[in-house]
Structure formats: C-alpha cells, structure tokens
C-alpha cells in the first residue's frame, strides 16, 4: 500500500486514517473495514444524528474529487465537516467536559439496540460546535459481540471523563493537567492518590474511586485478572449494558451538579470591578458595540473574555471563541451561550502561555496558536494588554505581534495608562519597568503593525481602539 502524502490528524486507529488535505478533512478507511464503516454510516440511529449536528457530518468522497496522493490507497475515503475551531479537551472547563461525556453515553445506549458500540471512549473523539458537543470518532464506532455484558471503552470513559471531573470537583484539579493526554486522563490510583483519605470518608468517592483504586493495586500485586461476562441471552446483556450507561450518567450529573457552589473571583467580576464607573461601562459598551457592528467579523477571537458580555456583542455578528484562564468564568460563559444558542465556544486558556502542540511527535494536536493563526477577522483584547504586559511579561511589541499572525482584519484593543488603580495593583510599584504602556509608545507600537480606524478615551482614562492590520 502507497502511504498517504497528507498532513495526519489521527494514525493510531488500524481501520482508518484522518487526514487534512488543501483544507479538507478526509477519512481514509481501509479495505477490510469499509463494510462496516459503510454499515455504520446506513445507520437510522447514525443518520439521525448527523441530521441533528450531534455527530460530525460524513459523506463519501467520488473518485473524481479524491486528491492524487490517494490514487493508490487500499481503501476508501471519505470527508467530514469542518467543525468552526478545534478545541482540546484541556482548554475544556469541567461542566464542558461532564456535556461531551453525556453525548457520549447517550450516544452509547442509542447505539446498543442496533447492535453497535463504541470501542473508544474519550474526550478526543468529542468537538464542540460552539457551545454543543459534536462526536466525531466514526471508526470508533463498532459491532458488538452479542451477549457481551461489559462495555469494552467502560475503563477509559471513568478515566478520561469521569475520573478528571472528580478531580475538579474533590480537589480543585484543573482541566489542563488532568487532560493534557485526553486518551489516557486520570488513572484511579493517581487520583486515589491526590484525595487520600477522602476517598474512603466520603461515600461518594467509594465506588467511583476508593474500590477501583484497590482493585487495581491487587491486579497489578497478581491478585486478579479481568475477563470478558456474558449473559445467557442477549435481550439480558443489553439490559445491563443500558443499566451500566444510565448508572455513569448519573454519576456524572451528581459530580457536575457540586460545581455550582464554587465561584472565583474573576467569575465575580462584574459585581466587583469599581474601577469602572457606570459611565465607563456604558461608553464602552457603546463604542465596542459600534466598533464590531463596524468590523462585521465573521469569526471573533475575544482574549481575556473574563464574564463573556463582550463575546455575546461580537456573537450577533458571527461565530465567537472566548478565552480565559478561569475556569468559572468559562463554564459561565458556556451555560449562557448553550442556554442562548449563541455561537460563542469558550475555552479555558492563557494567551501568555498558550496551549503547546501535542501528541507523537507533537503532530497529533496543534498548538493554540496554530489553531489561530489567520482564523479571524476580529480579535478582542479588552483590559487584557496590561496583564500580559505585567503578569506574564510579554513586551506590549510582542502581543501585538502575536495577535497581528492571528487576526486576518482587525484589532479592538483596550489601553489601560499606567496609572489605573488595576495596573498599579499588577505592578506594585514597579511601575517604571513598563514604559512601553505609556499612551505614545503604546500607540507608536500599535501604529507600526495596525492602522487605527476609530479612538475612544473613557472617563476613566482608558482608550479604545478599533485598528486595521497593516498589509505587508
């Protein structure tokens, strides 16, 4: 077999290959799976959710449209939607997480009565179509042994879903460490390990972690094997199969449910921002709204999107991704934008230290600003500058350039003078380091890389810009 020229999105799978190719995604299935892949695509249960946008839209590629490079391939292609921005599960906040886990299994128990289940089970095969989760992992999608009783992919959706949502909720683990390798998550020993003594103390915790924990550390002494159950009718294993969906559900939904009761401060934000004024507040609101209607992105990166007021300004245009490094913020956003069907998708994620490309050979998933790059006609920085410029230290030359890679069209950026009560809370006291966010060199700067279309100084002394990239 020829080996495909394309840029691989996914190899590990023996059945099928995904590949991007001119912009297109292309899945390469090989010839002693296509039948199944063709069965799996006649599916009622599959059609009906590629229908509804739950599962990632999938058609067959005519030999006319597939790429040279293919001309050879032992096998079938076959192309899938583009989904607006590829998220990881790492940039997800934990309610995102505990959504894609919930598609999962309700995707799981539609697919046992015709036969099918899912050989995997994690994160990686779950994308959200801004605020909804898409499952776009076909190959994983398999016949199932009749009789079986056990869930094959059962061991890796505690550790990939579960196991990593528990965390948040026990210990205040984040997202990003616990799903920096979405395959692989959160084992129930490590997690055993970080709770202690809490994973016997509370009930809760018993079945989910404490026992698994234990069983595992006698399998791995040679206490124990595991072995395939089956049930003496098929009629029967379905029933526990479905019972074993239902009883991951709810335990999802109970460990989802506690994260209610948590706030930050940055979630808490608008009620405490006394560095605005209500004619501050309006001003700006004014002129952002203005400033975006006048851009009219189709795709908005908002940067440092804290309670996502603005993101929802820029979503009545387009399609929005909202970052921000708190994950109550985030998660806030989302239930709003979900609750809305707004456009907006909001990751938990630091533009100073963004998300670094990773996997086999740091191939398999690209860095955030990969992801980024010339992907938007608008990017938003507002009251974010001086916190990279302070917290993260990155010079004012280098945001700006950073951004300018990012944005095919436009800039509204928030100057934020030295002397605001929130600079000088960062700084303390050391002010006189930062000479670059003084108002001429920040505009000099900003002028060198984008040509300023409209200017608004709020009466706090803040000013905005809405700035043009500079075409080189």
């Not at 196991?163 to 997202?175: F, N, R, W």
């Not at 960062?426 to 966010?437: F, N, T």
Request: hydrophobic share 45%; net charge positive; with cysteine.
């Amino acid at each position: 077999m020829t080996p495909v020229a394309a840029s691989p999105r996914s190899f590990r799978d023996p059945d099928a290959t995904l590949v991007e190719h001119d912009g297109r995604l292309i899945r390469a299935v090989r010839r002693h799976a296509l039948d199944g892949f063709r069965r799996v695509l006649e599916d009622p249960v599959v059609r009906r959710w590629m229908e509804q946008g739950r599962i990632v839209r999938t058609r067959p590629l005519p030999a006319v449209e597939m790429p040279p490079q293919f001309a050879d391939f032992d096998g079938e292609c076959f192309e899938h939607e583009r989904i607006p921005f590829v998220s990881q599960p790492a940039e997800w906040a934990p309610e995102m997480l505990a959504a894609a886990g919930r598609l999962t299994l309700e995707l799981a128990r539609s697919l046992l009565q015709r036969g099918w289940q899912l050989k995997d089970a994690t994160p990686a095969n779950v994308l959200f179509r801004n605020a909804e989760p898409v499952f776009v992992d076909l190959p994983s999608i398999v016949p199932r042994e009749p009789g079986t009783c056990l869930w094959i992919a059962r061991h890796q959706f505690e550790t990939t879903f579960l196991l990593p949502l528990i965390a948040s909720v026990e210990a205040g683990v984040p997202m990003a460490w616990t799903l920096s390798n979405p395959v692989a998550g959160l084992s129930h020993e490590a997690l055993a390990s970080i709770l202690g003594g809490r994973r016997w103390l509370r009930p809760r915790l018993w079945r989910p972690v404490a026992m698994p924990a234990a069983l595992a550390a006698k399998a791995a002494a040679g206490g124990g094997a595991s072995r395939a159950m089956k049930s003496t009718s098929d009629e029967q294993a379905r029933f526990i199969l479905d019972r074993s969906y239902a009883g991951l559900e709810r335990q999802l939904g109970k460990h989802v449910a506690r994260l209610a009761k948590r706030s930050s401060h940055w979630h808490r934000y608008t009620a405490t921002r006394a560095h605005y004024g209500d004619a501050d507040l309006e001003a700006k609101r004014r002129f952002v709204e203005e400033a975006v209607a006048a851009a009219a992105p189709r795709r908005t990166l908002d940067i440092g999107a804290n309670t996502g007021e603005f993101s929802e300004i820029a979503a009545a245009q387009g399609e929005v991704v909202a970052l921000d490094i708190d994950e109550r913020s985030v998660a806030a956003i989302w239930a709003r934008a979900r609750a809305a069907g707004l456009p907006v998708l909001p990751l938990v994620a630091n533009f100073g230290r963004p998300t670094p490309a990773l996997g086999w050979r740091n191939r398999e998933t690209e860095s955030l600003l990969a992801r980024a790059a010339e992907n938007f006609d608008l990017v938003l920085m507002l009251a974010v500058v001086h916190h990279l410029r302070v917290t993260e230290g990155v010079p004012l030359a280098e945001q700006l350039d950073a951004v300018a890679a990012i944005t095919r069209r436009h800039l509204l950026v928030e100057f934020v003078p030295v002397a605001d009560p929130m600079f000088a809370a960062l700084a303390r006291g050391r002010e006189s380091l930062y000479g670059d966010c003084q108002r001429p060199a920040f505009e000099a700067t900003l002028h060198g890389r984008f040509h300023v279309e409209r200017t608004h100084e709020l009466p706090n002394g803040r000013v905005l810009y809405l700035a043009r990239k500079r075409l080189t």
